[in-house]
């Protein structure tokens, strides 16, 4: 292991990092911008606090340098950033970095897919929550249609950024009824979808433990009519549980951290739009490392900070969801992606 390379309370070193480069999304998705609460009048960050891409590339290295082997850009929407793939760039060309990906609602890869490729981008996830086109629109709350993630999804395979990873979350009553189509889908497609435990993240989306479709369920419903089997995890702390169609076409994941939590292997940090660093999805507050960045911190001090903030982490907030400690204040998921 890096000497350099802290650890948290509970032996978890920092391998993922997900940078968020905006607040901003095109959509407003019922699970985590809901349009009631992200309206017209809300205020998003102005463009002065949001991290330059020289300061997002500093961070980046000085992450690097403490194990980082991953870095994904998120948002809100990340391809609403303008220019993102200069940004890409920047980040493709850092020593030691091992993997660069992008998690988007796929409505501008049609568009863009191809300069993200030539920019350094290997790996894309596009979020898709039905097949059913009034489904997904009245879950997008943004009059956006199916056909044209599609398209996205396509732009990003004919652009080499695959195989392409499909987030679908699931709410009861609202989407499950799109499970079994969604795998027919992408069955044999050479792409993974994966299914999402509706989450408490933020306090905005209303969440109930009864909305949940565990992921036992969605993997019951799918090997009915598809037998399937679980498959080993390709690196330590992947969050998905991974499982292969017996007849050969293709594979499936779960990401259950509702039921199934799985604190005790999460290697992720996260990075705000304005440079706050959280130790958790569900934290209820970050650390300022922007204001370290703007006042002539050497890259020593700043990775000293981050190596003090990390090596006190005892995050495990989905082993802990349902005691009376669950915090009242959350982040939203928009502020520090998903």
């Not at 850092?94 to 300069?115: F, I, Q, R, W």
């Not at 705000?272 to 922007?290: I, N, Q, W």
Request: aromatic share 6%; net charge neutral.
């Amino acid at each position: 292991m890096n000497p350099a390379q802290p650890l948290d309370a509970f032996n978890r070193p920092i391998r993922d990092l997900r940078i968020s480069v905006t607040d901003r999304c095109n959509f407003r998705c019922i699970y985590c911008m809901p349009r009631e609460v992200f309206g017209s009048d809300f205020q998003f960050l102005p463009r002065a606090e949001l991290l330059s891409f020289e300061e997002i590339e500093r961070l980046a290295r000085i992450f690097v340098g403490l194990g980082v082997e991953k870095i994904r850009l998120t948002g809100g929407e990340p391809l609403v950033r303008k220019d993102l793939e200069t940004l890409i760039s920047r980040l493709a060309a850092v020593p030691g970095l091992e993997d660069l990906a992008l998690t988007t609602n796929g409505s501008l890869l049609p568009a863009k897919a191809e300069a993200l490729r030539r920019a350094g981008l290997r790996r894309v996830t596009i979020s898709l929550d039905a097949l059913d086109d009034a489904v997904f629109r009245a879950m997008n709350d943004a009059e956006f249609p199916v056909a044209r993630v599609l398209a996205g999804i396509q732009a990003a395979a004919d652009a080499g950024l695959a195989p392409v990873k499909i987030n679908m979350v699931v709410k009861r009553g609202v989407n499950e009824d799109q499970i079994l189509p969604m795998a027919a889908h992408f069955r044999g497609s050479g792409h993974v979808l994966r299914f999402i435990e509706f989450m408490d993240v933020g306090t905005t989306n209303g969440w109930r433990m009864d909305d949940v479709v565990p992921a036992g369920e969605i993997v019951d419903r799918i090997g009915r009519q598809w037998p399937i089997e679980p498959m080993s995890p390709t690196v330590h702390g992947e969050v998905a549980n991974r499982f292969r169609y017996r007849d050969g076409l293709g594979e499936i994941g779960v990401i259950a951290s509702v039921t199934q939590a799985f604190c005790r292997t999460c290697v992720r940090a996260r990075l705000s739009a304005k440079g706050e660093l959280f130790t958790c999805l569900f934290a209820a507050r970050g650390h300022d490392l922007r204001a370290l960045l703007r006042d002539g911190s050497a890259d020593e001090e700043i990775a000293a900070a981050v190596s003090r903030i990390w090596g006190v982490r005892r995050d495990r907030y989905s082993e802990i969801r349902m005691a009376e400690t669950r915090p009242a204040e959350r982040v939203e998921m928009s502020y520090i992606g998903g």
